[in-house]
Structure formats: structure tokens, C-alpha cells
């Protein structure tokens, strides 16, 4: 479903991803994962358009997505769930729900009411401010606001980052509910073994801003976790 080939990225002079490879197929959950720094945010905000590869390919279902900008990524389908969440406090749950309504290819204008079977609690705090919720809320909220687009592809960031236990299973028990049971393509950054082996099916590590190991999740050994993964 989504290839990235060959993607160079610069900040200014400094070379940050280099000829980048990963594969996402279609129906399964792919884990990014790698050390702090490796280049993995970089690498999601690149297939997002937030920022700009130098060259290389982004092909996203049959298309370069390099020309493409931004906001109509998102029209393609492509939910994205970004590192630390950027839910609007002021606003409210309700609020931050309908903001992404309006890029829906569709008609729909409304909050498809699967949002809240998913997270209850959003429904019972629609008139919250996002900043009032706690950190776990405000993940489901970010999740939710993803969702309200129609992705038939989910990119999250480290979503349990700062989260408590018992919520950080409540959402992987939710992104494999999106990718097994509704059939999302998932493709998410996560530092937490245990998670990523939760929820993954397959595995991409970055090192150096390179990709250095990919596979199905059941070969991730602990040479590889060892070598690229411990801190
Ligand atoms: N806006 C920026 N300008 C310049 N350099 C940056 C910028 N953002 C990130 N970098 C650098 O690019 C490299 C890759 O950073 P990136 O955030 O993509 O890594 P990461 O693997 O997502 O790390 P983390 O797990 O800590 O989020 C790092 O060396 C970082 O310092």
C-alpha cells in the first residue's frame, strides 16, 4: 500500500535519512522502530508532506506522493496521528472531532458514530477542552480525530509515549481492533517491545538514518533488538 524508495532528507546541510527503503503492505500493522534520533519522526512527516524529501519516491496505492501537497494527502486517505498527540487544548473534544470533517472525500459532516464504540469516553467528554483531558484521553481523542477522516491508512507516532500502563493496552487492544477487525493499514513508530510485538505483524528498524533491518515481527531476534533497539 505504501514504498518508500531511495528518500534522501536534509535539514539545511545535514543529511538525515539516507536512501531510504520500507515497505507497508496493505491489511497489516508495520512497526518503525530504532533509537532515539534514528530519523523515524522525520521519515513519518516526510510521507505526511510536513516536510520535504530531497529525492526518492513515496508511492502511496500506485502514486508518487512527493508532488503531493500536504492537505491532500490526507484526502487520499492517509490519517495521521503525530508525536505528542497536538490535539487543540482550548477547543473542545467535540470541536477537535469536527476540525477534520470538511477534508473527507465524502459527503459525511457529521462524527461517524464508530468513534465513540471505539473511546466511550469521548463521547462522555464532548464538551471538555482538550487540555483538560488526561494524557491517555488526549491519545484516544488524537486517534479519534485521525479516524473522523476515513484513513484506509493509519500512521501513529509513538502513541503510548507518557501514557499509563493500563491505557497503553486499552490502545493497542484498539489498533488491532482497527487493523484486524475494520481492516486499517497501520503503520506506527514504537519504542516499547512488548507493544510493537502486541500489535505489529511486521517490523522496519532505522539506524542512523537508515534502514537496516525489516521483516515479519516472529524473526525480530535478539541479535537485532540488541544491536539496534537497547538502549
Ligand atoms: N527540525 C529539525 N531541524 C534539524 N534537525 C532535526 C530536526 N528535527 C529532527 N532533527 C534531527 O534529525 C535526526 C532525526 O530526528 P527524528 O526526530 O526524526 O528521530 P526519531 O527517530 O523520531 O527520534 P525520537 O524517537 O527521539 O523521536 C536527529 O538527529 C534530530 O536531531
Known amino acids: 500500500m505504501l514504498k518508500v524508495e531511495q528518500l534522501n532528507q536534509y535539514y539545511g546541510e545535514s543529511h538525515t535519512l539516507w536512501d531510504l527503503e520500507m ?8 512497526v518503525l522502530m530504532g533509537r532515539n534520533g534514528v530519523g523515524k519522526t522525520t521519515l513519518l512527516q516526510c510521507i505526511m508532506g510536513l516536510i520535504k524529501a530531497r529525492d526518492g ?14 492537505e491532500k494527502r490526507a484526502n487520499l486517505g492517509i490519517g495521521y496521528v503525530p508525536q505528542g498527540r497536538q490535539i487543540f487544548p482550548l477547543l473542545t473534544v467535540e470541536e477537535n472531532l469536527l476540525i477534520g470533517l470538511p477534508a473527507r472525500r465524502d459527503k459525511v459532516r457529521s462524527i461517524p458514530p ?11 467528554m464532548l464538551g471538555r477542552r482538550g487540555g483538560d483531558l488526561s494524557g491517555g484521553q488526549q491519545q484516544q481523542l488524537a486517534i479519534g480525530r ?6 484506509k491508512l493509519l500512521i501513529l507516532d509513538e502513541p503510548t509515549e507518557g501514557i499509563q ?16 477487525d475494520i481492516g486499517l493499514t497501520v503503520l506506527l513508530v514504537e519504542q516499547k517491545l512488548p507493544f510493537a510485538r502486541k500489535v505489529g505483524d511486521r517490523f522496519c528498524i532505522l539506524d542512523r538514518g537508515r534502514r537496516v533491518a525489516e521483516g515479519e515481527m516472529h524473526t525480530l531476534d535478539d541479535g537485532l533488538i540488541q544491536r539496534y533497539l537497547t538502549v
Open 57 to 70: 519516491m513515496i508511492q502511496y496505492q500506485g502514486q508518487n506522493l512527493l508532488g503531493v501537497d500536504a
Open 165 to 180: 500502563p493500563n491505557i497503553v493496552a486499552e490502545i493497542g487492544d484498539i489498533i488491532r481492533k482497527l487493523n484486524k
Open 146 to 151: 485521525a479516524l473522523v477522516l476515513d484513513p
Open 114 to 124: 464508530f468513534i465513540f464504540e471505539l473511546f466511550p469516553v469521548l463521547k462522555e
Open 23 to 30: 515497505h507497508v503492505p496493505a491489511g497489516q500493522c508495520t
